[in-house]
């Protein structure tokens, strides 16, 4: 008997797309032939916006990009500037940034595997990992202010060094997070609907991860080892000790071991900077770059006056072009930066690992049921502020 293809529009509203996402799907019958994804609802022009500004007044762009990893989304354009200037940090605030780069992707994940959950059917993990993720950001507000779009990195370190109270709040969450996440481990591996939905479901081979430029664990959960953490280490990574999860039959549960295992890792991170963290400077040497310290700024004259200049005319920053990736929650974040030398970037382009690895989803997903399609967006874990930049 003759078929009919069937043309579906899911989204740019829908609850499994978190965020404004299009696909028109075609299918035959309920089976998924092709799939178009449509983007650009949220393209607010960051990259072309970056031009306009000196480096300090750029940064604040790029953590609207992934809601949910802002400081990674800030670590990487720092890096980047860092890279351009020649400057290192000084070891307290390189540490600092790797102790809130790790928290953050533990925040990460736990939105990732709350709402994965959800869409599949179980919804106690989602009320237990957003009972966990506000442990983080009530870090956050200590240290940034802000618990959403926070930023606390800057060009040369930190905006301020660590409140009182810090170290005592991430002494809790490395001495209960392990037994959450034997929770949630209790709650979904064995699950007989879990296992349905995710086994042999998104099926993507090493080759074709590569082939697409898939990064994050998205990659690693088909056997790829690469993280670069590890392979092309930046902020003192070399100096941590870490497993690189991956899977082995490139599926949607095997990308879930590998960020479960890899939550794990990220509170063995932590606490080995922890005990990395010794008292000194959080900002280089570098007075034309730095914002001069707020006691400075409130008490003299001279220290007002160097901070409105940063401020308002920025630092050149010389002739060059750099990039630096980031191992971002979601895979490679990347920043593409040129200088002509003056206070402003001449041109910022970066690779946003959720747009990379949303190319692949009809690779991923074709010759599935259309129900199985909302396990392939979870899988993904996608953010839609970084696709559409």
């Not at 000194?280 to 001279?302: F, H, M, R, T, W």
């Not at 200088?339 to 997903?365: H, T």
């Amino acid at each position: 008997m003759a078929s009919e293809i069937m043309t579906l529009n899911m989204g740019p509203q829908h609850p499994s797309t978190h965020g404004v996402l299009r696909l028109v799907v075609e299918l035959d019958g309920e089976v998924i032939q092709k799939i178009t994804p449509h983007i650009g609802y949220l393209h607010r022009g960051i990259e072309k916006l970056s031009e306009h500004r000196t480096y300090h007044q750029a940064l604040p762009l790029t953590d609207r990009m992934d809601y949910l990893a802002p400081m990674h989304n800030n670590l990487g354009y720092v890096l980047a500037v860092e890279k351009l200037l020649g400057i290192e940090v000084p070891e307290r605030a390189e540490t600092i940034r790797v102790i809130m780069a790790e928290l953050t992707r533990l925040k990460s994940h736990l939105v990732w595997i709350a709402c994965h959950a959800l869409d599949i059917g179980a919804m106690t993990v989602f009320i237990y990992a957003f009972r966990e993720r506000e442990k983080i950001m009530e870090l956050y507000e200590m240290v940034s202010g802000a618990r959403m779009t926070s930023n606390y990195f800057r060009v040369g370190g930190l905006s301020r060094d660590l409140p009182a109270g810090f170290e005592s709040a991430v002494q809790e969450i490395l001495d209960t997070f392990p037994g959450h996440f034997d929770t949630y481990e209790g709650l979904l591996t064995k699950n007989t609907i879990w296992l349905q939905r995710t086994i042999g479901n998104g099926v993507i081979s090493a080759d074709d991860a590569i082939d697409f430029g898939i990064s994050g664990p998205a990659l690693r959960g088909s056997g790829v080892d690469f993280d670069l953490r590890r392979d092309l280490p930046y902020s003192g990574y070399e100096k941590y000790d870490f497993k690189v999860p991956v899977g082995e039959n490139c599926d949607t549960f095997d990308r879930y071991k590998v960020r479960l295992v890899e939550m794990r890792e990220a509170v063995k991170i932590i606490d080995q900077a922890m005990k990395r963290l010794k008292p000194g400077p959080i900002l280089a040497d570098a007075p034309q770059v730095c914002y001069p310290p707020k006691e400075s700024v409130y008490n003299s004259i001279e220290g007002l006056i160097h901070h409105f200049k940063i401020a308002s005319e920025g630092f050149p920053v010389p002739e060059g072009e750099v990039y630096q990736g980031v191992e971002n929650p979601k895979g490679e974040l990347g920043y593409y930066m040129v200088s002509d030398g003056g206070s402003k970037p001449y041109r910022m382009r970066v690779r946003p690992p959720s747009f990379v690895n949303l190319g692949a989803i009809e690779k991923m997903a074709k010759g599935s049921m259309i129900a199985d399609l909302v396990a392939v967006i979870g899988t993904l874990d996608i953010v839609l502020g970084e696709i559409d930049r």
